[in-house]
């Protein structure tokens, strides 16, 4: 269920990215935003893994 809630959330972040992209923001913004959303994206991941 996480899992699937962070990738919802990668998505979003990544749409964010590309708005801030389209909008001529500073490059840190879209850079933050993917950085957020790879790491949401490792972290569903991780959630996957089985567990001890």
């Known amino acids: 269920m ?3 809630l962070l ?3 990668a998505g979003l ?3 964010g ?3 801030f ?3 001529h923001r500073p ?6 935003f993917y950085v957020l ?3 949401s994206l490792v972290a569903a991941y991780l959630l996957t893994l089985p567990g001890n």
């Open 21 to 23: 992209r389209q909008q």
């Open 2 to 4: 996480w899992s699937v």
């Open 13 to 15: 972040l990544i749409g």
């Open 37 to 39: 959303a790879a790491m």
């Open 17 to 19: 990215g590309i708005s």
């Open 27 to 32: 490059l840190w913004t879209q850079v933050a």
């Open 7 to 9: 990738m919802g959330l």
